[in-house]
C-alpha cells in the first residue's frame, strides 16, 4: 500500500464524488479511507451511501450521518432549513442504509492512521477545530502520528512537536519523523474555504507526502438536482460560493 485516497463530508454530492474518484484512478490511489459526512445538504444521499459502501475503506461516523440515522434524534432544536434535509435525507435511504450508517465508528485506527470526523477530544460532541488550542486539544488524544478529519470543510495541516502545535496552509507536504499530523482533508461536497472546487487528500505512506487535490466539478448539475428535490435555494447557492 502506498498512495492512499482521504476522502470526507461528501454530503450527498454525486457530481463532486464522481470527479473524485476519476482522479483517483488517474492518480494511482490504491486505498480508500473516509472521514464521514457521507449524507447532508446535497441531493443524492442513496448513490453516495452506495458508492462509499462499494469502496469497503473504512469510514468513521459524522454529524450529518449521526442526525439522519438517529431517528429518535428531536429535530426541534434545529433550524427549519436543516431539520428538513435531515427528514428528507432519512425519507430517501433503506432501512439496511441507516443501519449502515448507525453502525459507523467514531474513530477508527487503520494500519497506524487515525480517522475522525471533528476531533479525538470527545469525538462524540463534533466539536470544531479551528485553531492551535483546539487542535492542541485534539493532539492530546491523538495516539498515532497522523490523524485524518473533516468537519469545517476547510483544508488544514496541524504540526504537533516539542515547540507546540502549528497550522499549516494546504499545500504539498512531507511528514517529518517525531511529530504528529492532524490533517483536515477538505470537502469533496460543500467546500467552504472560499474554493468551491471539490477537495480530497492523497496519502502516500511510504514517501510520507500529503498532496491536497483540488477538482472543478458542474456545480450547476449538483444545483439543478438540490432544486428538482425541492431542498433551501441556499444550498444550491453556497455550492458555487464555496462557503
Ligand atoms: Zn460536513
Excluded at 496541524?158 to 502549528?166: A, K, L, Q, R
Excluded at 428535490?229 to 460560493?241: D, F, K, S
Amino acid at each position: 500500500m502506498s498512495k492512499i485516497a482521504i476522502l470526507g463530508d461528501i454530503h450527498s454530492n454525486i457530481d463532486a464524488l464522481n470527479v473524485v474518484l476519476d482522479d483517483c484512478r488517474a492518480q494511482g490511489v490504491e486505498e480508500f479511507l473516509c472521514t464521514g459526512d457521507v449524507v447532508g445538504y446535497n441531493a443524492c444521499p442513496r448513490e453516495c451511501l452506495e458508492i462509499v459502501r462499494s469502496l469497503g475503506c473504512p469510514v468513521v461516523m459524522g454529524n450529518h450521518d449521526y442526525y439522519v440515522c438517529s431517528e429518535d434524534l428531536n429535530l426541534d432544536d434545529f433550524n427549519p432549513h436543516a431539520a428538513m434535509v435531515v427528514q428528507w435525507t432519512r425519507d430517501q435511504l433503506s432501512a439496511e442504509d441507516l443501519q449502515w450508517l448507525r453502525d459507523l465508528p467514531f474513530t477508527k485506527t487503520v494500519k497506524g492512521m487515525t480517522l475522525v470526523h471533528s476531533t479525538m477530544d470527545r469525538p462524540e460532541t463534533f466539536g470544531y477545530v479551528f485553531d492551535n488550542l483546539q487542535a492542541q486539544a485534539n493532539f492530546t488524544n491523538q495516539k498515532t502520528p497522523v490523524c485524518f478529519h473533516g468537519h469545517t470543510h476547510c483544508p488544514m495541516i496541524y504540526e504537533h512537536s516539542i515547540n507546540g502545535v502549528y497550522r499549516i496552509d494546504p499545500q504539498d507536504f512531507k511528514l517529518q519523523m517525531g511529530r504528529k499530523y492532524f490533517i483536515n482533508v477538505g470537502s469533496v461536497g460543500q467546500p467552504r474555504d472560499g474554493d468551491p472546487r471539490a477537495t480530497y487528500v492523497i496519502y502516500d505512506n511510504m514517501a510520507k507526502t500529503v498532496t491536497f487535490r483540488r477538482l472543478e466539478y458542474d456545480i450547476a448539475a449538483a444545483q439543478a438536482r438540490i432544486r428538482a428535490a425541492g431542498l433551501p435555494e441556499r444550498l444550491a447557492e453556497r455550492l458555487a460560493e464555496g462557503h
